[in-house]
Antibody, heavy 118, light 107 residues
Framework: QVQLQESGPGLVRPSETLSLICAVS?????????WGWIRQPPGKGLEWIGT???????YYNPSLKSRVTISVDTSKNQFSLKLSSVTAADTAVYYC???????????WGQGTLVTVSS | DIQMTQSPSSLSASVGDRVTITCRAS??????LNWYQQKPGKAPKLLIY???SLQSGVPSRFSGSGSGTDFTLTISSLQPEDFATYYC?????????FGPGTKVDIK
């Protein structure tokens, strides 16, 4: 059974960098598929942040592209999200999930709430 | 970016009702449309992919249809566990945009 688990700080200061890791179990991240990040501000809808392939090809939402980096660590079977220069508008539950080209997000992590506040 | 809209934004229904939710894309997305169910405090759950394929383990009362720009999600007989928010999602192009959601609650 494929499982994903997000981890990282729950509180980030404004202007700093948000960093999250998604640990994958039950499937080798090096085999295939793409791996993505989605976020959901409290009480609002879902926003696609970006995806990365097992080989490192990445795709980002243009609205966040200048601030986002997604990377993959096949040796640890995990991938990560970095979002720089955060503001209160980046406060959200961040989800990691599995996907592929033209494919939905079929396995999701439970989500982690990140609050941006001083 | 492809814009996704959903209607209605919310609806009230009773157990046993037939419920239909509509999703529209701002341009053709072929059949690359997915539907998710989300309950409070939980991650979204994939119900339907490529417009009409039922994800493994999802009850057959859920069905999807459509192609191009117009799509529907139908719940044939609403059950108590179906009260949730439903999102459509296009995976035709990046960024893979989501609809704003449709909240289904108890009448």
């Amino acid at each position: 059974q494929v499982q994903l688990q997000e981890s990282g700080p729950g509180l980030v200061r404004p202007s700093e960098t948000l960093s999250l890791i998604c640990a994958v179990s039950g499937y080798s991240i090096n085999s295939a598929y793409y791996w993505g990040w989605i976020r959901q501000p409290p009480g609002k809808g879902l926003e696609w942040i970006g995806t990365i392939s097992h080989s490192g090809s990445s795709y980002y939402n243009p609205s966040l592209k200048s601030r986002v980096t997604i990377s993959v660590d096949t040796s640890k079977n995990q991938f990560s999200l970095k979002l720089s220069s955060v503001t209160a508008a980046d406060t959200a539950v961040y989800y990691c999930a599995r996907t592929y080209v033209y494919y939905p997000f079929d396995y999701w992590g439970q989500g982690t709430l990140v609050t941006v506040s001083s | 970016d492809i814009q996704m809209t959903q209607s209605p934004s919310s609806l009230s229904a009773s157990v046993g009702d037939r419920v239909t939710i509509t999703c529209r894309a701002s341009q053709s997305i072929s059949s690359y449309l997915n539907w998710y169910q989300q309950k409070p405090g939980k991650a979204p759950k994939l119900l339907i992919y490529v417009a009409s394929s039922l994800q493994s383990g999802v009850p057959s009362r859920f069905s999807g249809s459509g192609s191009g720009t117009d799509f529907t999600l139908t719940i044939s007989s609403l059950q108590p566990e179906d009260f949730a928010t439903y999102y459509c999602h296009q995976s035709y192009s990046t960024p893979g945009t989501f609809g704003p959601g449709t909240k289904v609650d108890i009448k």
